[in-house]
C-alpha cells in the first residue's frame, strides 16, 4: 500500500520536474515539489558548459531530472548547513579533498557503499570510509619562465626552497586552499619539522609577496617577474587553447617534480551524498554514471582536468604533456593536516 502511494506520488512530481527543469539554475522555490520525484538536486560548485551535457546526457539514460543548484564551494557548505534537515540537497560536488574531509567532519555526508565507485576510483582519490569521491583529477606541478630555467635544473618541491631560487619564486597566497592542500600533503610525506624547513625556503625566496591566483602566477612567470611558480595545470591549458593568450603558454614551461619520489601533488573534484538527502538512490546513481567513461570526458573536460578513471582520452594539450607519476599517498590525509600546514604558513611569514 505504502509503495503504491508513494509510486503514485513520483510520477505526479516527475511531470512537475520535467515542465520546469530546462531552466535548471535558479529554480530554488520549485524544490520542495519535487522532493521525493525522479530527480536529483545538485548542489555544484562547479561552473563549466560540459557539465550541462553531462546532466543532460544523464537524465537521457535515466529519467532522473538533474536539479542544479551553483555557488561557491564555502557558501554551498554554509546552506547545506543552515538547510539542516530540510535540505533539498542530495550531492554536494565542488573542489578540493580538505573541502570535502571537512564536510565529512560536519556530518554532512553519508557513506556510499557501491562496487562501481569503489572499483572506478583508485583509493587514494576517495575517503576510505566512502562518504566522498574524487571524479576528476587536479595536478599541482612546477611551472617555468622557458628562456630563464632549464627543465633539467628542477626536481623536486623541496628544490624550490633551495638559495638557488632566491628571488625567482611567485606563489599564490597561503589562504589559498591549493597552497594548504600543498603543505599539508608535504606534511603526510615528509613530516611537520621538514615541512617546516621547506615553507620557509620558499617563503625566503619569494620575488614579490603573495599577490592574484594562479593565472596571476603564470603571468607573472611569463612576463619574467620571476622565473618559477607551482600551479595547476588547468589554468595553463586555458592560455594553451585561447589564441589571444596563446603568448603566455609559448613562454612557459610545465615539470612534473617528485618523478623518483613520490609524485606530483594531486588533489580533485569530488562530491559526495549528503546526510539529509531526499533523493539518496538517485544521488548514488548520479555518483556512478559520473565515473562511466563519456560522464569522465565531460567532467575532466569542463575544466581541463584529468579523469579518475583508466583510459578516457585526455584533453589534447595534458596529452602531449604526457603521463607522470603521481603521488598516491591518498587525497584523504590532506584534510587532517591542513590547520597545521596553515599554522606552519602563518610561522613562515607566507601571506
Ligand atoms: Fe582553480
Same mark, same amino acid.
Given at each position: 500500500m505504502r509503495k503504491i502511494t508513494r509510486r503514485v506520488f513520483l510520477g505526479a512530481s516527475a511531470a512537475v520536474g520535467a515542465v520546469a527543469l530546462a531552466e535548471l539554475t535558479g529554480v530554488k522555490d520549485s524544490f520542495a515539489q519535487r522532493r521525493g520525484a525522479g530527480v536529483v538536486n545538485l548542489y555544484s560548485s562547479r561552473h563549466y558548459n560540459t557539465d #550541462? $551535457? !553531462?546532466y543532460t546526457d544523464f537524465e537521457r539514460q535515466t529519467g532522473i531530472r538533474v536539479n542544479l543548484i551553483e555557488g561557491k564551494g564555502d557558501e554551498l557548505l554554509e546552506r547545506i548547513k543552515s538547510e539542516g534537515k530540510n535540505s533539498p540537497a542530495d550531492i554536494l560536488m565542488t573542489v578540493n579533498a580538505a573541502i570535502l574531509w571537512q564536510a565529512q567532519q560536519d556530518g554532512l555526508f553519508i557513506p556510499v557503499n557501491s562496487r562501481i565507485l569503489r572499483e572506478r576510483i583508485p583509493p587514494y582519490l576517495r575517503d576510505p570510509a566512502n562518504h566522498w569521491f574524487g571524479f576528476s583529477k $587536479?595536478? $599541482? /606541478?612546477i611551472m617555468y619562465n622557458k628562456s630563464k630555467v632549464?627543465?633539467? =635544473? %628542477?626536481?623536486?618541491?623541496e628544490d624550490l626552497a633551495s638559495p638557488k631560487w632566491k628571488g625567482r !619564486? /611567485?606563489?599564490r597566497s597561503s589562504t589559498n586552499i591549493y597552497n594548504q592542500s600543498l603543505v599539508a600533503n608535504m606534511i603526510v610525506r615528509i613530516g611537520k619539522e621538514r615541512t617546516e624547513r621547506w615553507v620557509r625556503g620558499l617563503v625566503a625566496n619569494f620575488a614579490r609577496p603573495p599577490e592574484g591566483n594562479d593565472s596571476a602566477q603564470i603571468e607573472a612567470v611569463a612576463a619574467g617577474i620571476a622565473d618559477l611558480t607551482i600551479a595547476n595545470t588547468y589554468y595553463l591549458v586555458r592560455y594553451a587553447n585561447d589564441p589571444r593568450k596563446r603568448e603566455v603558454y609559448d613562454r612557459v614551461g610545465v615539470f612534473f617534480p617528485d618523478q623518483r619520489g613520490a609524485g606530483v601533488h594531486i588533489n580533485i573534484s569530488g562530491g559526495g551524498v549528503l546526510r539529509h538527502a531526499p533523493n539518496k538512490e538517485n544521488a548514488i546513481r548520479f %555518483?556512478?554514471?559520473l565515473v562511466s567513461p563519456s560522464a569522465q570526458d565531460y567532467f575532466a573536460r569542463g575544466n581541463n582536468e584529468y579523469p579518475v578513471v583508466k583510459g578516457v582520452k585526455l584533453e589534447p594539450v595534458l596529452a602531449q604533456w604526457g603521463t607522470f #607519476? =603521481?603521488?598516491t599517498t591518498g587525497v584523504a590525509k590532506q584534510g587532517p593536516n591542513l590547520a597545521e600546514a596553515i $599554522?606552519?604558513?602563518d610561522r613562515a611569514g607566507w601571506k
Amino acid at each position: 500500500m505504502r509503495k503504491i502511494t508513494r509510486r503514485v506520488f513520483l510520477g505526479a512530481s516527475a511531470a512537475v520536474g520535467a515542465v520546469a527543469l530546462a531552466e535548471l539554475t535558479g529554480v530554488k522555490d520549485s524544490f520542495a515539489q519535487r522532493r521525493g520525484a525522479g530527480v536529483v538536486n545538485l548542489y555544484s560548485s562547479r561552473h563549466y558548459n560540459t557539465d #550541462k $551535457r !553531462l546532466y543532460t546526457d544523464f537524465e537521457r539514460q535515466t529519467g532522473i531530472r538533474v536539479n542544479l543548484i551553483e555557488g561557491k564551494g564555502d557558501e554551498l557548505l554554509e546552506r547545506i548547513k543552515s538547510e539542516g534537515k530540510n535540505s533539498p540537497a542530495d550531492i554536494l560536488m565542488t573542489v578540493n579533498a580538505a573541502i570535502l574531509w571537512q564536510a565529512q567532519q560536519d556530518g554532512l555526508f553519508i557513506p556510499v557503499n557501491s562496487r562501481i565507485l569503489r572499483e572506478r576510483i583508485p583509493p587514494y582519490l576517495r575517503d576510505p570510509a566512502n562518504h566522498w569521491f574524487g571524479f576528476s583529477k $587536479r595536478a $599541482r /606541478v612546477i611551472m617555468y619562465n622557458k628562456s630563464k630555467v632549464s627543465p633539467s =635544473e %628542477l626536481s623536486t618541491y623541496e628544490d624550490l626552497a633551495s638559495p638557488k631560487w632566491k628571488g625567482r !619564486l /611567485v606563489m599564490r597566497s597561503s589562504t589559498n586552499i591549493y597552497n594548504q592542500s600543498l603543505v599539508a600533503n608535504m606534511i603526510v610525506r615528509i613530516g611537520k619539522e621538514r615541512t617546516e624547513r621547506w615553507v620557509r625556503g620558499l617563503v625566503a625566496n619569494f620575488a614579490r609577496p603573495p599577490e592574484g591566483n594562479d593565472s596571476a602566477q603564470i603571468e607573472a612567470v611569463a612576463a619574467g617577474i620571476a622565473d618559477l611558480t607551482i600551479a595547476n595545470t588547468y589554468y595553463l591549458v586555458r592560455y594553451a587553447n585561447d589564441p589571444r593568450k596563446r603568448e603566455v603558454y609559448d613562454r612557459v614551461g610545465v615539470f612534473f617534480p617528485d618523478q623518483r619520489g613520490a609524485g606530483v601533488h594531486i588533489n580533485i573534484s569530488g562530491g559526495g551524498v549528503l546526510r539529509h538527502a531526499p533523493n539518496k538512490e538517485n544521488a548514488i546513481r548520479f %555518483l556512478e554514471y559520473l565515473v562511466s567513461p563519456s560522464a569522465q570526458d565531460y567532467f575532466a573536460r569542463g575544466n581541463n582536468e584529468y579523469p579518475v578513471v583508466k583510459g578516457v582520452k585526455l584533453e589534447p594539450v595534458l596529452a602531449q604533456w604526457g603521463t607522470f #607519476k =603521481e603521488d598516491t599517498t591518498g587525497v584523504a590525509k590532506q584534510g587532517p593536516n591542513l590547520a597545521e600546514a596553515i $599554522r606552519i604558513m602563518d610561522r613562515a611569514g607566507w601571506k
